[in-house]
Structures are given as C-alpha cells and as structure tokens.
C-alpha cells in the first residue's frame, strides 16, 4: 500500500512557476514508477509526466514539453513537478500517481492516486 500527498498547488499569473511535490507513505518508494497527471473541469484526466523508479528516465505529454520538469527524491520519498511559463489552460486539478514496474502514460495502469491539488492560472 502507498498513500500519496500533494502539495504546493495554488493561484499563479501565467509566465510564473510553480512546484508541486507528492509525498509517499511507506518503505517502497523506489519500487514505484511514478507519473503526474491532470483533469480540468469537463475533462477527462491526462497525462502529464512520468518518471522511472530511478528516476533515470522521463517522459512528458507534447503540451508541457520544455516547461515541466519532474524529479523524484526517494531518501524522502517524494516525487517533484516544476512547473514553469504556466498558461492558463494548464489550469486543472494535478495529481500524482504510482505504479508498479515500468511507467505507462495511461491512468488505468496506476496502482494508487493522491487527493490532487488544485492549479489555478490567469491571464
């Protein structure tokens, strides 16, 4: 079992920044693969970022590409999301996910979720 926590969302103008960090329970973090996901109103959840269990490899969905970063710390168990030149339409709720084995970019194949925290961008 991992329960995740996240943190660090808020209101922000877009071109500003922003760091979300997800914090994990339990003694195998690094087992997990690790992935960022969002869900604006009306829509459905997407990919955002992933991250393997050693955190050697990244991947990003088109639309953050050059402005999001992820990176994961697992001496404490938690997984970061940088985000930078934030836009409005990255304006959703975030949530990060874990898995076992490799990362997907497909929600149904993440094991357990966070609660999300919300991202508000203006224009």
């Known amino acids: 079992q991992v329960q995740l926590v996240e943190s660090g969302g808020g209101l922000v103008q877009a071109g500003g920044s922003l760091r979300l960090s997800c914090a994990a329970s339990?003694?195998?973090?690094?087992?997990?693969?690790m992935g960022w996901f969002r869900q604006a109103p009306g829509k459905e959840r997407e990919f955002v970022t992933a991250?393997?269990?050693?955190?050697?490899?990244?991947y990003y969905a088109n639309s953050v590409k050059g402005r999001f970063n992820i990176s994961r710390d697992n001496a404490k168990n938690t997984v970061y999301l940088q985000m930078n030149s934030l836009k409005p339409e990255d304006t959703a709720v975030y949530y990060c996910?874990?898995?076992?084995?490799?990362?997907?970019?497909?929600?149904?194949?993440?094991?357990?979720w966070g609660q999300g925290t919300q991202v508000t961008v203006s224009s």
């Open positions: 339990g003694h195998t973090f690094s087992s997990y693969a």
């Open positions: 991250i393997t269990r050693s955190g050697g490899i990244t």
């Open positions: 996910a874990a898995k076992n084995g490799y990362f997907r970019i497909d929600t149904s194949s993440y094991d357990y």
